[in-house]
């Protein structure tokens, strides 16, 4: 990390997979473990953007594996982080059509489970379906991006700070 620079570290699936987008969830654990145990701050999303020599974690899709191997290490280490979620495929699989080759098909959290997150847990917008947003007409990217951020909102109750452009 650069002097006077933050990170944001970005994980999508903590599975065995060996996939693109998969992490072993042991691997993970003993990554947030150094961190914790460092002298780096590790902060919410909000705050890396303002503070320097920090670390913001992001998790993007919102797979369900997270409940089993993210949120129990993140909650026991008290570490923030902001999950980015795919609102029309809430609760369903990663089956968008934008999906790549290789990618196992995995289950994503309901509603239900964003909304029992731990406190240190945010949510943020990752488009409503999922799409190359390059390949799409300016409005159709206006009503991806807003149907996202509306969704999340009324079904969480909280308000959307930030998108993760898938």
């Known amino acids: 990390m650069t002097a006077g620079r933050s990170a944001i570290l970005t994980y999508h699936s903590l599975d065995d997979s060996g996939s693109v987008i998969s992490m072993p969830p042991s691997l993970f654990r003993r990554q947030m473990e150094f961190l914790a145990s460092s002298s780096i701050p590790v902060v919410p999303l909000d705050e890396a953007v303002r503070r320097p020599n920090c670390i913001a974690l992001t ?17 026991r280490l008290r570490l923030p982080a902001t999950i980015f979620v795919v609102s029309r495929y809430c609760g369903r699989s990663n089956d968008w059509p934008s999906q790549h080759a290789g990618v ?14 731990p406190p240190g847990i945010s949510t943020g917008a990752h488009t409503d379906t999922h799409p190359d947003l390059n390949g799409l007409p300016e409005t ?16 969480l109750g909280k308000p959307v700070r930030w998108l993760a452009y898938p």
């Open 140 to 155: 159709e990217c206006e009503k991806e991006l807003g149907d996202c951020q509306n969704q999340i909102e009324q079904r």
């Open 104 to 117: 196992p098909r995995l289950s994503l959290m309901g509603w239900d489970d964003l909304a029992g997150l």
């Open 59 to 75: 998790f993007d899709d919102g797979f369900r594996n997270l409940l089993d191997h993210a949120i129990p290490v993140l909650d």
